[in-house]
């Protein structure tokens, strides 16, 4: 047995490997089902349809992307997609009738949630109106008229997520949402793998490299991603450097950047809700802070003189009911809640994500269904 | 394509391996061979294949001339046309846009700015290397030293081997011509085991110990952060050893290839930081480069033979054009430069350097060349001094992040480089058990290359 048969051997078993691997989903392979789900994604869809994925061990996004096993929360996470590629599972919306389309990013989509603890199912139950997920895909008015039109709804809700300082996109920008699409095929997965060059065994050689990498053995060259802190109770949290570096660090003067902002959001919504209005849709803004501006004020670590709350969600909700439009600002109910938790444990966002847990969930259930009631919505 | 990437492991090598064999004839398998180059030099970009294409044509031309016209001015004119061509490509796309800068800096010190905009020029990968081929070939052509061949193909499938094509070793004609003429008597299984060998240490040396190494030491070089002094020396070690094992691993891994297809390419890299002079250095650092450099440049200049000024004149001419060779930028002139001093007081020390213990002197002459490398790896003049100054005065800065580590990766670099023998000297027939270990290195190298960041080797560059 030479150098040369078993170097040939092993070359061959890894290329068998690497082609058998490829036509496989991810599932077992990452940190949470939203990667997975995200591998064969059809022309206008948010994720790969007709998935159900199951992960018994997930864990947050900030404690992966950091590469801090110590960090981590495991919980039980079930994912599902609906037809069009959405995260909507029917035993959840069950019969009620859809009145409300969620739009959002990575929050309404329920990252690190499982599909019971989302806001469209916990909305639903909540409302009895069926709340329908269409996170994290943006589209525009068009798509959200004809999702109306394909569920016979001739009046509703389109809640639109806006996340801590983010930026709308130009007015203008549209789109239609998808139909119905056909499930994924092992053939599809295959050639899908040479597109985005992520497949089985180059997930498992660099989750390989970065066992190594964790700071004990060799550098962890990705710690810098997230921001490790403690709350006022002693509990770990990690944050998003970059949100640290905006909020915590130096900033410009708050109305120099804050003011122009406040008013193009504005008038992007504003066109939205004049595009969406014929239909009998109305528009509600749901404004959601980054983890750090909800925790800041409660960290160990933050000087009295700076625990302050973020005022740009605040004055963009004035700014959004000044215009005409309904605006549900999470920031206080969220701070309310972060405070409460100090005592009960209970947090809004998972310590080892970006993300909303079930109980900031819950929270802003609440609030929603609050103003919907002061508004007679939907 | 790079030898370190998946899709040369898995596609590239078996295609071009199993269709060789297959092919029985001389003229199909150096026809083969010829596209394959091309396949594989296309892959970074196939609008240069046209150049090496022209170059290698002009070169076949002209070594049909020789064997027609043996003396006169027609022999002469095969003689200087393809070099003065060879040249003239190497000239535009490698040294035009240098020249520019400088024209313009010159412009400007004599107070009469020219402001010439620069051509922004790609330089066509392994250029400096084919050109070099085609050279040699026509030189030793004129010279007679070989037959110029009247198979086209053979000379293409020499100057487009895709082994030694974008980053040598520079392989002369008569060095290979012997097994291109008995190409299709080759046996495949004769060199298997020494080609996998040879390939299999050549992966290693790159991909788990310069690339390791270069993990390291590049933030560190590209930040402004001032070093302490021994973290100057740190860093610096750290290159000296990335760069010994990126290139002589990539030369290890070209022999490989050539084994696979019955071609011996000639060993590039002889232990050379055992080197007990700078003499000694660059009779083992790139072999390939400063025999052509000596054969071609040094000797015609008229060598050792005219007395001891014009022996240096002539070494620091060498070594000067050696380092512009590299790259066009004063550092490596000043490398080059750097360099030919050290040869001529080696020579001018002669015998003397005799009663200096081994030991000190191969101390010596590797912390002269670890100096000589901070310009050829810094980006620019003021950074390659702004090192030595860190190196050689007392300085302070922030600990490095990675001190520890490598410090560990120099020891394993500095013992492999200095205590062991090198790939040439190593019995290519390993027993089973080493054959699995060796198997186990390589699939230790495939675990990082499925990492997918797979690095190109650093003497692409040049």
Known sequence: VGLAYLVTLLLMATLVADGITRALPIDWLTFRPWEAALQQVPPGAAFEPHREIDCPRCYGDLANMANLPRYRVYRHERFSTDARGYRNRADLIGDAPVRILLVGDSFVAGAGLTDADTLGAKLTARLGVGAYNTAPMVFGPTGYKSLARAFGATSGVVVVQHLGWAVTPAIGTDGDAPGPLPAVGAADRFRGSFRRDVFPLRILANQAVKSLQTGRLLRNPFADFATIDELANGQPMLFRSADVAVWGGARPPFDVWAGPRWRDNVAFYQWVQEQIAPAGLRLAVLLVPHKYTAYQPFLRATPAARREVDPYLPGLAAALRQAGLVAIDLSQPFYAAAERGLATGELVYWPDDTHWSPHGVDVAVAAIAETFAAHGLP | ?462
């Open chain 2, 1 to 462: 394509m790079l030898f370190n990437s998946l899709p040369f492991l898995y596609a590239f090598l078996p295609i071009t391996y199993v269709v060789f064999w297959q092919l029985r004839s001389r003229q199909q398998r150096y026809v083969w061979l010829t596209l394959t180059g091309y396949v594989f030099y296309g892959f970074w970009n196939y609008k240069f294949c046209a150049i090496m294409a022209g170059s290698t044509l002009v070169s076949y031309l002209a070594g049909l001339g020789m064997l027609r016209w043996r003396e006169g001015p027609a022999r002469r004119a095969c003689l200087v046309v393809p070099i003065v061509i060879d040249l003239a490509l190497l000239g535009f796309f490698k040294y035009a846009d240098f020249g520019i800068d400088n024209l313009n800096a010159v412009s400007v010190w004599l107070g009469r700015p020219l402001a010439l905009d620069p051509l922004r020029i790609v330089l066509p990968i392994g250029i400096s290397f084919y050109t070099f081929h085609t050279i040699t070939y026509i030189v030793d052509s004129y010279r007679g030293v070989v037959t110029p061949t009247r198979n086209l193909f053979e000379f293409s499938c020499y100057v487009s081997l895709f082994a030694q094509l974008v980053a040598g070793p520079i392989v002369r004609f008569r060095q290979i011509e012997r097994d291109l003429d008995d190409i299709d008597h080759a046996d495949r299984r004769v060199d298997l085991d020494a080609a996998w060998s040879f390939f299999a240490i050549g992966l290693a040396k790159k991909v788990l110990v310069a690339d390791s190494l270069a993990r390291l030491i590049d933030p560190v070089i590209a930040s402004a952060e001032p070093l302490a002094t021994l973290d100057a020396w740190l860093v610096m070690l750290g290159y000296t050893y990335q760069l010994y094992f990126d290139f002589s691993g990539y030369s290890d891994m070209a022999v490989g290839l050539g084994l696979m297809f019955g071609l011996r390419l000639p060993q590039n890299f002889n232990s050379p930081y055992k080197a007990v002079d700078p003499a000694d250095f660059w009779r083992r650092w790139h072999i390939s480069l400063s025999t052509v450099l000596r054969d071609y440049l040094y000797i015609p200049l008229g060598g050792s033979r005219f007395g001891t000024l014009a022996t240096y004149r002539n070494l620091m001419i060498t070594m000067l054009l050696g380092g512009l060779w590299h790259g066009a930028a004063w550092t490596f002139v000043i490398w080059g430069a750097y360099h030919g001093a050290l040869l001529c007081l080696t020579r001018a020390a002669g015998q003397r350097l005799e009663a200096v213990p081994v030991l000190a002197r191969q101390v010596g002459t590797f912390l002269l060349v670890v100096i000589g490398w901070v310009f050829f790896r810094a980006p620019d003049l003021p950074t390659a001094l702004r090192f030595l100054r860190s190196m050689l005065t007392p300085a302070s800065g922030e600990p490095l992040a990675d001190g520890l580590a490598l410090l560990a990766a120099l020891v394993v670099a500095g013992v492999i480089a200095h205590t062991m023998p090198n790939t040439f000297e190593l019995r290519h027939r390993p027993r089973p058990a080493l054959a699995v270990a060796m198997t186990g290195m390589v699939a230790l190298c495939l675990l990082v290359m499925y990492t997918g960041n797979a690095t190109p080797f650093l003497y692409f560059q040049f």
